[in-house]
């Protein structure tokens, strides 16, 4: 059987806490792959069903029900994504699997308006075969300005294992991030996060209708007005660690969304202050990844040392505090 001719073929039960939601939109929180559009065609046509029964998409669920969807592989539109050669930091690469090192500046899936020069438009490049794999193989996304390491699927079976085990927070993730303000110790962020409620661009810790999003941070260095920071997940959501880390009052440095204007230490040098004054985007760096091989069952790990720029602001750091 060809990638091409293969089914998609996923089974999950329906959590007691998405009780009273509609079956769109349970299917769009555990089936995160694919739109909710797409999803909600999958339902009318019987692809998607709830304990073997076909049912409407603005049917409620009670929890426990399992989901089943069994369609063919045809992902989003895809004709309008084309190959771009473009340089891949590849860090690894079998039969399955590709984990690559993504720099700064560079988008990971095309949207309205920006259709070219994206992460996918150069994997579609390296390995035209990944056609075939929904949103070219990638399974997860970093922000444009954070840098690190992210794994594809090459294949529809290893696609299927890592959003499975991304849905089972099973997959390990280990950031270093640089953050305004000189933290006590390290801590634990539980806030749920939806659009902000006023500037729909950006996200917020909301009390209502937000998604749960945990976050898990340890102090690495303190400096005299900032702290180096290792951040662990155990959701992935929007700019998770961009908002939890500005919610409790330490922003990331760089990052004007939602730490707002450049903020220098007092006495800064010459030296600190052109640092700063250079590093235009969030201090985020996705240093580390885990997950178990599709293929063997065995877990893998990859790690990525921060990129240079990162080190630079670090080292301007350490040299002003010491000077």
Not at 36 to 58: E, F, M, N, P, Y
Not at 147 to 168: E, I, Y
């Amino acid at each position: 059987m060809s990638l091409a001719d293969a089914k998609i073929n996923i089974s999950l039960v329906v959590p007691e806490n998405m009780a009273g939601k509609r079956l769109d939109q349970v299917a769009s929180e555990l089936i995160s792959d694919y739109s909710r559009s797409r999803l909600q065609s999958w339902i009318k046509d019987g692809a998607l069903t709830l304990d073997g029964r076909v049912c409407r998409a603005r049917d409620k669920l009670v929890g426990g029900e399992r989901l089943v969807l069994e369609a063919d592989p045809e992902p989003e539109p895809q004709s309008a994504w084309l190959a771009e050669d473009m340089p891949l930091e590849i860090v690894y690469e079998d039969q399955s699997l590709l984990a690559i090192n993504k720099p700064a500046g560079l988008v990971v899936h095309p949207a309205a308006g920006n259709r070219g020069g994206t992460l996918l438009n150069g994997l579609l490049s390296y390995l035209p075969q990944l056609e075939t794999v929904p949103r070219a193989g990638i399974v997860h996304r970093l922000d444009k300005d954070t840098t690190g390491l992210m794994v594809v699927a090459k294949t529809l079976q290893a696609h299927t294992s890592l959003v499975r085990q991304l849905q089972a927070r099973a997959v390990s993730r280990e950031y270093q991030a640089l953050v305004r303000g000189v933290m006590t110790g390290g801590g634990t962020v539980s806030g749920d996060i939806g659009r902000h409620p006023r500037t729909r661009t950006k996200m917020a810790v909301v009390e209502h209708g937000g998604k749960e999003a945990i976050t898990h941070y340890r102090v690495a260095k303190r400096f005299d007005e900032h702290t180096y920071i290792r951040v662990s997940l155990e959701t992935g959501r929007t700019h998770q660690i961009r908002v939890h880390m500005a919610y409790i009052g330490y922003p990331l440095v760089g990052d004007a969304v939602y730490g707002g204007r450049l903020k220098l230490p007092k006495g800064a040098g010459e030296q600190l202050t052109e640092v700063l004054r250079d590093f235009k985007r969030q201090a985020l760096h996705a240093a580390s990844l885990a997950l178990v091989h599709p293929d063997t069952g065995e877990r893998v790990s990859w790690r990525a040392a921060a990129p240079p720029d990162m080190q630079t602001l670090l080292a301007a750091l350490d040299h002003a505090q010491h000077a």
